[in-house]
Structure formats: C-alpha cells, structure tokens
C-alpha cells in the first residue's frame, strides 16, 4: 500500500511539474515606441489618452507592455534620429502623431508596424497608398482633409463678417499644410477673401511671421496646426491678441488658451482610438489591411471673453452650432 501511495504520488508530481512551470511563465511585455514631435509638457493629456485607450484593451505599463517615449521638442530636424533609436530597441509597434513624426518613421523601418493618431492628410503626405488600403506598414487615423481649411475660413468669415484679407500661418515643412494651403486658396476665391500666407519653420519665426500678417492689412488669421504651434499655443494666442487678428484654429486647446474659434476633431479622442490599431498590430493584424480612419465628429469652439476683447460679436449661427461656448 505505502509503495502504491508513492508511485501515486510520483505520477502526481510529474504530471504537476509542466503545469507549475506553464504557471511560472511571466505574460509576454510588448515594447511601443511612441514618438512625439512636440514637447511631453504640451502632449501629457494626449499621451493619457493614449494610456486609458490601452488599458481599455487590458494593456498596463510595467505588467504587459513597455513605452519608450521620445520627444522632438518641435524640432524635425531631431525626428529622423529619434526614429532610428526606437527601430534598434526593435519596439514592436511605434506610435507617431503629425506627418513629419509618421514619415520619419516610415523612412527608418520598412517591417516595424506604424500607427499616426493625428496624421494630418496621410494620403498627400506620402504615407498611405489610399485610405482604404494604406499598404506598407503604415495606417493609423487623420485628422484633416484639406476640405477643412476651407470649412474654417467659412466659419471665420461668417464671425468677422467685413474681413477680406486673411493670413494663413503654415508651416512649408509640415507635408500636410501644402495641401491644406491649396483648398484654402481655392475657398477663399468662392468667399472673396485674399489670403496672405505667412511662414513659419521655428518659434523664432512666430514674431515676424505676424509683423507680416500686419504689414498685409489682414484683418483675421487662419492657424493650420502643426507641432509647433500646438507646442506653443499660449504664445500664438498672445501674438494674436497683440496684434488684434481674430484668429481660427484647428482644435479646442487653442480657444481653451484664449483663441477665438477652433473647428477640428477632439486630439485626446484620436490618441485613444489608436489603441485600437496597436492592440489589432499585436495580435497579428498586418497595418496594410487596417484602413486609415478618417473622423467623423469634428468639435466647434467659440470664446465669448476673447470676441468681446476683439470688439466682436459672435452671430448666434454660430453659437448655436458650438459644441461649447467659453464666457
């Protein structure tokens, strides 16, 4: 009886071990290369969007998953190096924001997986073969068309009505503004307004781009995001202030800060949709058969304070729409 009981409990154990092992194995931690080319101090609600998005599929930093977080401070220049670092970590997937971040990933992998949460129009950019089937491996979720910049002149001359001369601060590296500059040229002719681009590369540039805004008697301002202004939204908000040009801009953190209106999709939203995309990448999706997202809410922003700071009224057309109203 007693050898019974021990080849018995012999047989138990060997049984067990494989099974104790298979218990032992830590879970699988996949590596994300997030690359951002504005500054962490202006994109943190940004990146906690992206965060909440993974925990919602069930991807926790320091238990399943590890972020390599780079940031170009609005220096493309620093991109492509950025970029480089993150494919020697051989991250799984790199998770960029605008173009000039996405294409600099694109030109430093071929095989890592790539997803832009705010990738501005990917197709003009040279990302994406189409929208419907991106190719390569990139995909991910725009945030414009360059319809848009006709949308916001619409709304900007709907608020001053009397304007005829708008400036359009643009930025000739971003591969999306060339575009977007395009279709605001074609709008302006249908709404009789005369654009006058001004430029911008560095913030060193903002101060002069809007002397030039002045010097061309325009009498409101265009803003097409970018980085940079993003970065420096307060700034911007002031040069405008200083220089009394209602100003229109692409997403609700510039009227938040004190800009006049903003006509554009939610970022926080976008960054948390992209999870989606990297969860679909980790369990095996190739990005060449997930279709660019394009969005479908777009939020419209008015600032009560900043009008009346202006010596304008905001026509109630346009406080009805308003998804919010800043007094």
Known sequence: ??????????????????????????????????LGAGSSSATTHLVQAFQLGLREFGYIEGR????????????NDRLPGLAAELVRLKVNVIVVGPPAAALAAKNATKTIPIVFAAGGDPVGSGLVASLARPGGNVTG????????????????????????QVA?????????????????????????LQLHPVEFQTPDDFERAFQAATQAHAGALMVLDDPLTFSHTARIVKLAERHRLPAIYSFRESVEAGGLLAYGPSLPDQWRRAA?????????????????EQPIKFELLANLKTA????LTIPRTILFRADEVIQ
Do not use: C
């Open 1 to 34: 009886m007693g050898r019974l009981v021990s080849v018995f409990s012999m047989a138990l154990a060997i049984f067990a071990a494989p099974l104790a092992a298979h218990a032992q194995q830590p879970a699988k931690v996949y590596r994300i290369g997030y």
């Open 64 to 75: 399943n998953i590890a972020v390599e977080y780079r940031w170009a401070e609005g220096r």
């Open 141 to 164: 979720l725009a945030t414009i068309s360059p319809e848009l910049s006709g949308k916001r002149l619409q709304l900007l001359k709907e608020a001053v009505p009397k304007v005829s």
């Open 168 to 192: 359009v601060l643009w930025n000739p590296a971003n591969p999306s503004h060339p575009s977007a500059l395009e279709a605001a040229e074609a709008a302006a002719q249908i709404l009789r």
């Open 276 to 292: 989606a995309y990297v969860d679909r990448i980790l369990k095996g999706t190739r990005p060449a058969e997930l279709p660019v």
């Open 308 to 311: 009346k700071a202006l010596g």
